[in-house]
């Protein structure tokens, strides 16, 4: 609850950024809030030898949360066009679903204009890259299993 309260209190200020939020927020359920300084020093500063990825979103920070657990941070960038709608969508759809074959969405940051999603790490990457090779990947797939991945 106190999550949802800060996004609301927060919610003027990063439309001056992010656009304005037209959503609904009061169905979204709770989710752990972390501060924007917990997030930096986990991934130290956000460097870039933390960085793991990047997507429609923005950047994918490997880190270390407090309590020890590897999280796979993903900052939501000015330059990005997805914004917050997009951000907020994840919150609820993620938060809702919890499955084996799933990343797991352990919380989110709403700090002055930084919004940031936080997930449980995988190793080994993308499906995509695993398959299609590149990147530093432990798995080597044969080219027959490969090819019945793809095309199943
Ligand atoms: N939970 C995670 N664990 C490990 N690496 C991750 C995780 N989430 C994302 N990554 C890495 O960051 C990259 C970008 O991920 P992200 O989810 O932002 O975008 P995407 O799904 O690849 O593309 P899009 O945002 O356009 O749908 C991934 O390809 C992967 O390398």
């Given amino acids: 609850m106190t999550c949802f309260s800060f996004l609301f209190g927060r919610r003027i200020d990063s439309s001056r950024q992010f ?49 020890g657990e590897i999280a796979a941070i993903k900052v939501l960038s000015t330059e990005s066009r997805q914004g917050v709608p997009e951000f907020l969508a994840e919150i609820k759809t993620m938060s809702e679903i919890e499955h084996e074959n799933l990343v797991k969405l352990y919380g989110c940051c709403v700090e002055g204009n930084h919004r940031i999603l936080v997930y449980n790490y995988l190793e080994n990457n993308s499906l995509a890259q695993t398959l299609l090779g590149g990147g530093h990947i432990n798995i080597q797939f044969s080219w027959r299993t490969r090819t019945r991945y793809l095309t199943t």
Avoid: M, Q
């Fill in 19 to 67: 656009g304005v939020v037209d959503e609904d927020l009061g169905d979204v359920p709770n989710v752990k809030c972390y501060s924007y300084k917990e997030l930096k020093n986990a991934t130290g500063d956000f460097c870039d030898a933390n960085k793991i990825g990047e997507g429609g979103f923005g950047s994918v920070y490997k880190g270390r949360l407090k309590h």
